[in-house]
């Protein structure tokens, strides 16, 4: 007894195929089906709360014909007209209050520390290198400007901001700088 077993493998599989398409298939038609009363549950929901919420906004009585609306509008306006008082000009002299005045002096806040600083940001063996530290100063919204210096021979471009009245000014710019990434500042007393 001979089998072919090529043919076995394929009615197999092909059986198999076919088991697993119904089932897809099944399953597809009971998603399908299950949506639908949940929509319609949730359409004749929405249906029944504005219908609510209609009949509660028109109460009894609150129903008129545009004719009765202007009448009652008219009687109101007239109601309201007779008992009006326009005496603003009376009330108003007699609401005044008098206020005693007295004379003060303000004087311009001085500094404590009248004393000059500057702040030097750095110190570089090149132009270049002190025009793009200036640029970034200047961003900064604050006055800076470069300093030439030959020490030993060799000459230095120092970079200063300022000048800035009393101890606190140059602090504040100090962190400001630090802030901003350019540490290393220090104060310089120019008077």
Do not use: C
Request: aromatic share 10%; glycine share 6%.
């Amino acid at each position: 007894m001979a089998h072919d077993f090529a043919k076995q493998r394929s009615t197999s599989s092909s059986s198999t195929k076919r088991r697993a398409s119904s089932k897809n298939a099944a399953t597809k038609v009971s998603q399908s089906r299950t949506h639908w009363p949940w929509f319609f549950s949730g359409l004749l929901t929405g249906l029944f709360a504005a219908f609510i919420g209609l009949f509660s906004f028109y109460q009894p009585g609150m129903i008129q014909s545009p004719a009765n609306q202007l009448a009652t509008q008219e009687e109101t306006s007239e109601n309201a007209a007779e008992g009006t008082d326009f005496t603003f000009y009376d009330r108003l002299s007699e609401a005044e209050v008098v206020v005693d005045v007295v004379a003060v002096d303000l004087q311009p806040e001085q500094e404590e520390d009248p004393t000059v600083y500057r702040v030097q940001a750095a110190s570089f063996n090149t132009r270049a290198d002190a025009e793009n530290l200036l640029t970034q100063i200047h961003a900064l919204g604050l006055e800076a400007n470069i300093f030439a210096t030959e020490v030993l021979g060799q000459t230095f471009y120092r970079v200063q901001a300022g000048p800035f009245t009393g101890n606190s000014n140059a602090e504040d710019a100090i962190d400001l700088l630090a802030g901003n990434n350019i540490s290393g500042a220090i104060k310089i007393r120019v008077r």
